[in-house]
C-alpha cells in the first residue's frame, strides 16, 4: 500500500527513567486515543537504509513495527527521524518519534504534523477500516436467496462476490463510500458511484431513491481504493480479489 524512508536522524532521545518504563511495555495515556488496525507483511512496510521494518499496526497518529535486533537497539525512545512516504507513486514528506519499545517492536508516532499530513494518514486509514468494518452476512441466508453469492456487510461498504463451480471467482462488486468498482471474468473492471436523489426543490434532504451513475472509463483513484480496500481485508478471498486488479494500479 505505501512505504516509509527513514532518511535520517534529526535529534535523539534522552534516556529517563520514565522512558526505560515506557520500553518494557507500559503505555502512555496517547497510545490509546486513536484506534489501531493490525496490517500484515504485504500490506505495509517501513524502510530504510539498514532495515526493512514489517509494520504491524497502524493507528491516524503513528504505526508500529517490527525490528531487527541491531535496530531495536540503535532506535532510541523520543528520536526523531526526517521519513518520506511513499504512496501509490505519491511522495509526502513526513517527521516521525520513537514513541515506545517492547519486545523487538517500535511505535512510531508523526512528529509535529501539520493539518496536511493528518488528512493523509486519514485517507491511508479509510479502506483499512472500511475493510475491517466487513463481516459475512449469513451464509445459509444467502444459499437460500441467491446461490454462488457471498455478502460482506459493514459500515458504508459492502462487498458481493460471485463464485463458481466452474472457474471459481467469477464477478464481485464494492460499494464503498458510495464509490462503487465491481468486476467480472467476462466483462472486466467497472467502476462509478451511487447519486442519492434527495433533495426537495428547496435543496432540503429527504429520504430518496439512490441510483447508479457508471463511468465511460475506469477511474483510476476508485479502482485504488478498491485495491487497498482488497488488500487490508481479514478474508482467506483477499489474494483472489487482489488479483484482479493489481495489475491496474501502478
Not at 484506534?35 to 532495515?51: F, G, K, S
Not at 518520506?84 to 514513541?99: L, N
Not at 466483462?187 to 430518496?208: A, D, F, M
Not at 476508485?222 to 481485508?233: E, G
Request: hydrophobic share 40%; charged share 30%; proline share 2%.
Amino acid at each position: 500500500m505505501f512505504r516509509i524512508f527513514l532518511r535520517k536522524k534529526l535529534h535523539s532521545g534522552r534516556k529517563t527513567k520514565k522512558r526505560k518504563l515506557l520500553s518494557r511495555g507500559v503505555s502512555s495515556k496517547n497510545r490509546r486515543l486513536f484506534a489501531r488496525y493490525q496490517v500484515d507483511q504485504q500490506h505495509l512496510t517501513v524502510m530504510n537504509d539498514q532495515d526493512i521494518l514489517v509494520i504491524r499496526d497502524i493507528s491516524a497518529k503513528g504505526f508500529c513495527s517490527d525490528v531487527s535486533l541491531r535496530a531495536y537497539e540503535r532506535f532510541e525512545l523520543n528520536d526523531v527521524y526526517a521519513a518520506r512516504m511513499r504512496y501509490h507513486g505519491d511522495v509526502q514528506d513526513i517527521q516521525v518519534k520513537v514513541a515506545w519499545k517492547r519486545q523487538q517492536q517500535v511505535g512510531f508516532e508523526l512528529y509535529k504534523p501539520d493539518e496536511k499530513m493528518l488528512n493523509f494518514f486519514r485517507s491511508l486509514l479509510r479502506p483499512i477500516e472500511l475493510a475491517n468494518s466487513l463481516s459475512q452476512v449469513d451464509a445459509a441466508f444467502m444459499r437460500d436467496l441467491h446461490a454462488g453469492l457471498v455478502w460482506f456487510h459493514g459500515e458504508d461498504a459492502d462487498l458481493h462476490i460471485w463464485l463458481s463451480d466452474e472457474e471459481g471467482l467469477s464477478a464481485w462488486q464494492l460499494i464503498a463510500d458510495n464509490h462503487i468498482v465491481e468486476w467480472s471474468s467476462v466483462h472486466g473492471l467497472k467502476t462509478g458511484c451511487i447519486k442519492h436523489n434527495n433533495r426537495t426543490e428547496l435543496g432540503i434532504l429527504e429520504p430518496g431513491e439512490a441510483f447508479k451513475i457508471m463511468d465511460p472509463e475506469a477511474d483510476a483513484q476508485r479502482v485504488r481504493l478498491a485495491l487497498d480496500v482488497m488488500t487490508a481485508l481479514p478474508f482467506p478471498e483477499r489474494s483472489d480479489l487482489v488479483k484482479t486488479l493489481d495489475e491496474r494500479v501502478g
